[in-house]
């Protein structure tokens, strides 16, 4: 790495998703133009947030320490009773949790699997929580478990990994009775039939109500 | 109009759906640097346009004369006897229908309604061809029909469109015993967890399978 | 070609400029459900196209008939006394004229060049009008013709045909004491310095004033 | 500001340029699942920034302390004997300095001036360097300056900000004998003529060449 404080700090921003070298190195002008107060913010948060964010051990998202008032490890959904303990949804990151969540329409069980399978990829236990996941099936079958929901995106690669789950955790559910789900396909909001691709066209009509 | 003739040719081009006055007037130019037998051509094929294609007096899509080998001045799909007769799609345009055929999986027949409703509009039976329709569907019910598949645009107008033929047609689809679906919504292929709407999200909750 | 008269207008409208297959479909069906009148009258203008356009011997801009008054086969442009005959621009193409003429701050005369030189092209002539353009030239220059410029879009291709220009015409040129230049290059209007490339930062430099 | 030390964070990414709410989210969760030794080394790096990099007293651009051999305050460039004296270019930014430098067709000097005046503003010395331009235009004026090249982007405001500048230093460019320059102004690397704004074409025009 270059001896550049510049040119280092810009490096580091690139391993951000999503950010340019150009845009990155525009973040360490903007950092530079901007009074301490602001850095001494930055760097404390940054410094704090694994202390202050904990990583819930049954379903992996993170969230605030400051979240939970009954001093639990685990996360304020895993520990609300109100929500639905028949039902495990399996999403591929923190902000698709969210996502539902806004959405306002579910309120079973998340478990965050931390990625997607990549299509060509021999080890893939290794990118995605998958033994994490047949570990706290087996409490979430204890308390009743009826459905696990695989809530992947409609890409190949989520599909891919839907398929790979379904494949590792059908017997399982099978023993148990558990049905395992997909989420439902077809047009959504915007989609206008002219350009719809033929897997959108065949799925609206095979879940036409 | 202009009596300037590159002027009035822009004009009527700028007719055309989604063509700007500047695209239209390098359509004029383009049209002039061409030789004769290309304007010929041109001129031959929109002048018979109408002789050559008919509108079919069940479905209301065009198509071409020779389409059809049996002197039926309806068209090759409404007098396809293979295809299903119990179930009729509605669709806003002949591209959408286009769609759904290449799509491949659907076997019933079409009507083509010609539009959608604008959202604030008094006189909705004037844009849609909705007595064309009602009065389609005589026929159709004798032939045995048991399911009118609505399939708009999953868009405010689109949805509009459904509601607005769903009230129409309810009592008359009551009597006769036939179901009035529409396609299902949910994720459509591309479609991220993170970035889908809520609606989206509901409908791919609710048609999960 | 297809028998079928949708297909056949639709192969027909994809050879104009920037039009895609689908939008040349959509294109058919909108002249399809035009009324007569409208149809007519594109028929009408199309096929009157040529016999009302004439295109300028001079300059080889094409023009309406209507537009000059002297029952002159020349274009308006090039029978206007009051423009200045010691300048002579040459664009690519009609639309590249009349960008020139909406900037209004050029008074001399034009000439048409029809295309860009490509890249990779052994008979160059051909698919410029060179041929017209040292033949106009020969009249031009008892006129007294001082400058030619030359106007091309600043992309490889331009400058590619430029430099043959240059090339082809500098003995005549020189022996006329005719300047031949070509346009400025540097910031164009909302050009942003830090993306601006190498190339037009040192224009930009050596035009300053 | 929320305690919630995700959203905390999350608002102090927003304060980037270019930087949405999502994405800033999608940031904090990127930092989470990084190992240790990355937030450590971002932590170093952002806390050390203001140390490691120094703004130089004479053209105000940042750079690393270790550029300067000579244990000088004043960055690489000013220090730069074998750089023209003679000349002086005036930038918005840093970045935009670099964009020069990386043409490689400019050895004068630099000076940053921090922005550009918004168009609805009465301090205009408060948001850009004018009082620091001045001052150190009076040593530069000592070491035989006789030209300020004003380098700014060739928008509405960079326009304004150039005519303030103008403005602000003719009077002591006037009796000092230099130059105020402006970069040129043209087509620029792409510009075709048929889609080139007025402005743009008479620049071109008048620094025909």
Chains 1, 2, 3, 4 share one sequence.
Do not use: W
Not at 50 to 78: G, T, W
């Amino acid at each position: 790495m270059d001896s550049n404080p510049i040119v280092k700090l810009t490096e580091l921003f690139r391993h951000f998703p999503g950010l340019g070298p150009r845009q990155a190195r525009r973040f360490v002008y903007h950092l530079l133009a901007q009074d301490k107060s602001f850095q001494d913010q930055l760097v404390y948060n940054i410094s704090n947030l694994k202390k202050m964010v904990l990583q819930c051990p049954d379903c992996y998202r993170f969230f605030a320490v400051s979240e939970n008032h009954q001093n639990d490890i685990r996360c304020k959904i895993c520990t609300d009773k109100t929500r639905d303990a028949k039902q495990l949804m399996i999403v591929e990151k923190d902000v698709d949790m969210e996502a539902i969540q806004r959405a306002g329409s579910y309120s079973g069980h998340y478990f965050v699997l931390g990625g997607n399978l990549p299509l060509i990829e021999k080890k893939n236990s290794a990118v995605i929580r998958l033994a994490e996941l047949k570990n706290i099936l087996q409490s979430k079958i204890k308390n009743g478990l009826k459905e696990i929901i695989i809530a992947l995106s409609a890409s190949t690669e989520g599909d891919h990994t839907a398929d790979y789950l379904r494949h590792e955790l059908i017997s399982m559910a099978d023993t148990n009775n558990i049905k395992i789900t997909i989420l439902g396909r077809g047009l959504s909001t915007g989609s206008e039939i002219e350009y719809a691709d033929t897997e959108t066209i065949r799925n609206a009509l095979l879940n036409r109500h």
